[in-house]
């Protein structure tokens, strides 16, 4: 229903939006599509008037694998292409700290990398109890421009974002919990992010809406204050000798 690839759907259910990342076969890993449409996706979200709450998930067994090795790859090597994505990162960062509709994230499989992201940036996470987050930025020579560092000394202590974010150690859902990363670990994240999705929808919305904005502001000053240094910091890792080393050798196991 809106204008994006196929890397992502959108479904109307009455008020509720039900956004699915949609790479299945590949764990929802993002390619330049799946990243393009990211970025394009909140802004269209925010000019829906009848939407009223959104639904964030991933199409079969993950929510996202994080980036795929052989996009990773081309940004490393295509000047072009890295400064749209990075323009995009931010587009899709700033978007969804601002869209008006809340947006509650259901992490039905492991969320790596952006889809860790996309998790901090939600306004109310349940997750399955296999799931798990990760970001990975800096064990593949990235700093994460759009990663969970932007976010998560907002949600957690700082002390425990440094651990996480400078090992890239996997976060299990109940460990994401306890950490304040995600609000509920769950049997079916999908079924209980659409009712709490539907109880948001049915609140006076300009009250739900307002508070949203009031609480995000927050977040948004936390993002402006890292944005820029962190995009400079990551144009110039992936053009570092110890990020094309790794993707090398990851492309490598993976052919």
């Given at each position: ?74 940004l490393g ?17 700033l ?109 006076p ?13 927050h977040?948004e ?35």
């Amino acid at each position: 229903m809106y204008d994006l690839p196929a890397e992502i759907t959108v479904e109307a259910d009455g008020p509720l939006r039900v956004i699915t990342l949609n790479r299945p076969e590949a764990l929802n890993a993002v390619n330049d599509a799946l990243h393009t449409g990211l970025a394009r996706l909140w802004p269209q979200l925010n000019e829906d008037h009848q939407a009223r709450a959104a639904v964030l998930t991933g199409a079969g067994t993950a929510f996202s694998a994080g980036g795929d090795f052989a996009y990773l790859a081309e940004l490393g090597g295509d000047a072009a292409l890295r400064a749209k994505t990075i323009a995009h990162g931010r587009d899709l960062v700033l978007g969804m700290v601002r869209t008006r509709v809340p947006v509650i994230a259901a992490v039905n499989g492991p969320a790596v990398g952006l889809g860790c992201s996309l998790v901090a940036l939600s306004d109310v996470a349940y997750i399955a109890e296999t799931a798990y987050l990760k970001d990975p930025h800096v064990q593949v020579g990235l700093v994460a421009a759009d990663g969970g560092p932007l976010t998560w000394p907002l949600h957690t202590s700082l002390l425990l974002a440094k651990e996480y974010a400078l090992t890239g150690a996997k976060i299990s859902a109940e460990r994401a919990r306890e950490m304040g990363l995600v609000n509920h670990v769950v049997a079916d994240p999908l079924a209980e992010a659409l009712a709490c999705a539907k109880r948001v929808a049915e609140l006076p919305r300009q009250a739900v809406e307002s508070t949203k904005r009031m609480l995000n502001l927050h977040l948004e000053r936390a993002v402006l204050a890292t944005l820029d240094y962190a995009n400079i910091a990551e144009d110039l890792t992936f053009q570092s000798a110890d990020f094309h080393a790794t993707i090398a050798k990851l492309t490598a196991k993976r052919s």
